[in-house]
């Protein structure tokens, strides 16, 4: 489904502090799998994360998706694949703060301009799946840690990705959160949605729900 | 187009939700912004009515008045004058007019005493201006005296009050008969204390006002349309101190205004970055804040509108009406003709919206550029 | 949750806007009320052969601005227009100094 031939993705180029965090990385992702990228920090595992999900584009090599190229695409359809094709959990969650809840998980939604009703249908549906119904008109910043990732996932499912991208999903949860989160990984994986995770946890990465485990070290693919 | 229409109104609702986020600075500076719309906009809607009011009412005034100077200054046009002035061609009525001040030491004020030509005042009667009846408790029938320059004591009746409705230009009269006039101030027989006069063909009245100073070297001819600007300058001047004053404030909330719209904290950069990363566009963001600014600036535009409306034509504009109107011991008591100036109203739209929704889209447009994966990053 | 915040943002608009239409309705109502006393005036000037407002009155020369004395409007400086800003400003103080003798009455 995702292709990436030959990656690589260099910060601050040309200058002093020139780095290069992907030195040619060529991985293909199947469809409705979880596939888990697993690394020391510094290996370059969300950067590569941010290339696939369309956040960034690669200095070279190209990125498909569904076979076709998406490295060279202009930032407003890079948006829009990404708004149509992908929901991102962040490691911080990166919810808004002073907005209630349900706001947050509708936010991905706002540009897309669905019907409110229908939107809100959804985000309710999602948050009670998430048993956060009785939170969702709490401001997030009330919320627990681990209340704030449901409604990270929340928020990044309210578009009906194909692709939920997690990353490091459990860096800040205790093991009881972390066993949660892998219930619902689980759930995920069960009703066939793709799934592309960061982590160094061997909670995650050695959990049954993970189908396949990417090994990364200095920005390049380590064989097993 | 429902597409279009739904997905403003869910940037109308996250800029709200933004919005009350920080209830007390916004509402404060939407405060402070609608008070300023109201100040600008009550100053304008009342000098343009006054501007207004003084034109209409100076077009029953006589075409030309001519005065005699000695010295450069006002005197008597002495008998014969008249005659002479009838000689010229274009001049159409002539009247000479009595008038002249008088200071009251009672109320400390100065009333205008003015004969009406047509003789309608009866001998040792008054008829008195409004604002007359208020200050001095006048009604028709009471008796008045007043002392003349002479030291002389003369009383009068009054006759009638001159209709409130025309204080604006009647408030400080007293009319009287034309030999009680001679009477109380001595003023020589035949003599006038100027000379008004109607021209025929109206696009001849500067030909007939150059005739009249050659005829006549040492008299001063004054047009209407002279004192029709000479008043429009004076409410332009008063305008102008008002808005010079205001000057200060308007600065001062620019300053506000731009510091809360253009500085971007760190927090609002981190949530422009979130929105780009869950999938918003530059342009949507761009849009949301569009939303932001215009719903803050027309609110107070049009609140402060409405406000200075009733201010200045419901409610007589207690605020600064000393400034604009200057003050005066008998203030003439009037409500403004409401004239509004279509494009000052423009004008000042265009000055308090327009300026404001840049300062908001400025910085956030740097802000809206940047990497969506920064927040990755961070 | 109640109503959304933007159909509360279309109400008040909306109803701002009907206000600042209201504003102009009304000026003309009240144009066709006081109209009639500015035509009355008009009226009256032409009558007496008024040349002034009765705006300034705390001087007699400025009763007649246009006239008192030749360029009175611009007396001390081709520039000012009102030689007398203090009818803007402030009341002149008043200490007390009595020009006649007796007062009338």
């Known amino acids: 489904m995702i292709e990436l031939r030959d990656v690589k993705k260099a910060f601050n180029q040309g200058q002093h502090n020139e780095y290069w965090a992907l030195s040619g990385i060529s991985l293909t992702i199947e469809a409705r799998r979880v596939t888990a990228l697993r690394g020391p920090s510094g290996s370059g595992k969300t950067t590569l994360l941010t290339l696939i999900g369309c956040l960034a584009r690669p200095t070279s090599g190209r990125v498909s998706l569904h076979g076709r190229d998406i490295s060279g695409l202009p930032e407003r359809f890079l948006t829009e694949i990404r708004r149509k094709t992908f929901g991102f959990v962040f490691q911080q969650f990166n919810l808004i ?128 | 187009m429902t597409v279009w229409f739904e997905k403003q109104r869910h940037l109308i609702d996250f800029t709200l939700a933004s919005l009350i986020r920080r209830k007390g600075r916004n509402l404060g500076l939407l405060f402070v912004y609608t008070l300023l719309v109201f100040v600008l906009a009550s100053v304008m809607l009342y000098t343009h009515a006054l501007r207004h009011e003084a034109a209409v009412i100076l077009e029953g005034s006589p075409e030309v008045l001519l005065q005699r100077l000695v010295a450069g200054r006002h005197d008597l046009i002495p008998p014969g004058y008249i005659e002479r002035i009838g000689t010229v061609r274009g001049v159409q009525q002539i009247r000479g007019r009595l008038w002249g001040y008088y200071y009251d030491s009672v109320v400390k004020a100065n009333y205008t005493f003015m004969v009406p030509e047509d003789g309608s005042v009866a001998k040792g009667t008054l008829v008195v201006g409004p604002a007359l009846e208020r200050e001095r408790g006048l009604a028709r029938d009471n008796g008045i005296s007043f002392r003349a320059y002479s030291g002389q004591l003369f009383s009068f009746t009054v006759a009638a009050v001159l209709p409130q409705a025309s204080e604006l230009a009647s408030a400080d009269l007293i009319l009287m008969n034309e030999g009680d006039f001679r009477a109380f101030f001595a003023y020589p027989a035949g003599h006038y204390t100027d000379v008004a006069l109607s021209v025929a063909n109206p696009k001849e009245v500067r030909n007939v006002a150059n005739k009249l100073a050659n005829l006549l070297p040492d008299s001063r001819p004054i047009l209407r349309e002279e004192v029709q600007r000479t008043y429009a300058s004076v409410f332009d001047w008063r305008e102008g101190i008002m808005l010079a004053l205001l000057s200060a404030a308007i600065l001062a909330f620019s300053i506000l205004a731009w510091e809360k719209a253009s500085g971007l904290s760190a927090d609002e950069k981190r949530e422009i970055g979130i929105l780009k990363a869950i999938g918003w566009e530059t342009g949507d963001v761009i849009r949301m804040k569009l939303w932001e600014g215009g719903l803050i600036s027309l609110t107070a535009f049009l609140v402060g509108f409405v406000a200075a409306y009733l201010h200045v034509f419901r409610a007589g504009s207690p605020l600064f009406e000393p400034v604009l109107k200057g003050w005066a011991v008998l203030y003439p008591r009037f409500d403004l003709v409401p004239v509004i100036d279509g494009l000052q109203v423009a004008t000042l739209f265009f000055f308090t919206v327009f300026p404001y929704m840049a300062a908001v889209l400025v910085p956030i447009w740097r802000a809206a550029v940047t990497d969506p994966d920064a927040v990755m990053r961070a | 949750m109640s109503a959304r915040p933007s159909t509360l943002a279309f109400l008040l608009l909306g109803s701002l806007l009907a206000a600042f239409a209201a504003c102009f309705t009304d000026a003309v109502w009240l144009r066709a009320e006081r109209g009639p006393e500015l035509v009355s005036m008009r009226l009256l000037a032409a009558q007496l052969g008024l040349s002034d407002l009765a705006l300034f009155t705390e001087a007699r020369y400025t009763r007649h601005p246009a006239q008192a004395d030749l360029h009175s409007g611009f007396q001390d400086h081709p520039l000012a227009l009102e030689h007398f800003p203090s009818g803007s400003l402030m009341v002149p103080r008043y200490d007390g100094l009595v020009r006649e003798a007796t007062t009338p009455d």
């Open chain 1, 97 to 224: 703060k002073g907005l209630s809840a349900m706001e947050n998980v509708m936010l991905p939604a706002y540009p897309t301009g669905r019907p409110h009703r229908e939107l809100k249908q959804r985000a309710e549906a999602l948050l009670d799946r998430l048993r956060l119904a009785h939170r969702r008109d709490a401001r997030v910043e009330w919320l627990s840690g681990g209340e704030q990732q449901r409604v990270a996932i929340a928020r990044a499912l309210i578009n009906d990705p194909e692709v939920l991208i997690a990353d490091e999903p459990t860096a800040n949860l205790d093991t009881a959160l972390a066993k949660e989160f892998m219930a619902i990984l689980e759930s995920f994986g069960e009703e066939g949605r793709t799934v592309i995770l960061t982590s160094h946890d061997p909670l995650v990465v050695e959990s049954a729900a993970v189908n396949r485990v990417v090994d990364m070290r200095d920005g390049l693919i380590v064989e097993p």
